[in-house]
């Protein structure tokens, strides 16, 4: 029998055999005669996105956990405070797309109102009779059996729908509005009105709205025996 060959060379590392310049791999138990290197850690910032990437030892794991914590409280904090924001948006996009239904008041009060001029004559549905009121600084009320949300309300001004008759008597050029809903929180909206004849369609957007009070502002054409006129007002929830 033929004596093994004797190969002088790095033993390897598993077995121990000899192996001889230039072999990648032991020639008797094909174990990697020059492993690679261990990899130098990753930097603790290539760790953080994407988050499946593993961890290596050494890496940061820390400042990663840090990091990490920092962005859920960021995103966090912005949605408390983008949330209201939001709610807005979306009951806006809602009053759009729904159809407006009207709300009849079921209480009407005028600070003062000239005789044959009752506030009620706002919601009676006719163009041809109006509130009275003897000038700026008077108020019109309305009270809501059960809350609702108000999308919008018309405002008819002057004495009348019709053109030729619209400016026979003083009109409100601005009207300061004050709504209440069911919890007792108040709203304020300053409305300017146009000078001509027809309904004025006024966009609100209020929830559990239980009380609507309207203040005459700055008027125009009240001289002599005139009034300020306010032919209707029509108050719309969604359907």
């Known amino acids: 029998m ?3 060959e004797e ?3 790095v033993p390897c590392r598993v077995c121990g055999t000899p192996n001889p310049p230039g072999r990648r791999f032991c020639r008797r138990c094909a174990s990697p005669l020059a492993p690679a290197e261990d990899r130098a850690p990753l930097p603790w910032w290539r760790t953080i996105w994407p988050f499946r990437r593993r961890v290596r030892a050494g890496s940061g794991r820390w400042i990663r956990v840090l990091v990490t914590l ?4 960021a995103l966090c904090v912005g949605g408390f405070f983008l949330l209201p924001a939001g709610r807005a948006l979306f009951e806006d996009t809602r009053d759009k797309l729904s159809a407006p239904k009207a709300v009849t008041p079921v209480g009407i009060h005028a600070s003062a109102a000239v005789p044959g001029h009752p506030a009620k004559n706002t919601t009676d549905g006719l163009s041809n009779r109006y509130w009275g009121a003897p000038g700026a600084g008077a ?3 309305y009270t809501f059996a059960k809350p609702f949300r108000m999308v919008d309300l018309i405002i ?5 729908k019709e053109p030729e008759e619209y400016a026979r008597e003083a009109r409100a050029l601005r009207m300061d509005m004050e709504v209440t809903s069911a919890d007792g929180s108040v709203h304020h909206k300053e409305i300017d009105l146009s000078d001509k004849a027809g309904n004025q ?3 609100t957007g209020i929830d559990d709205v239980v009380k609507v009070r309207l203040v005459l502002g700055s008027v125009t054409g009240l001289t002599g025996q005139r009034v300020v ?3 209707e007002v029509e108050f719309f929830q969604r359907s």
Do not use: D, F, R
């Open 7 to 9: 190969v002088s060379g």
């Open 201 to 203: 369609t006024i966009v």
């Open 2 to 4: 033929a004596e093994p």
């Open 70 to 73: 920092a962005v859920i409280l």
């Open 139 to 141: 108020s019109i009320t």
């Open 156 to 160: 008819t001004n002057g004495a009348s």
């Open 229 to 231: 006129a306010v032919g």
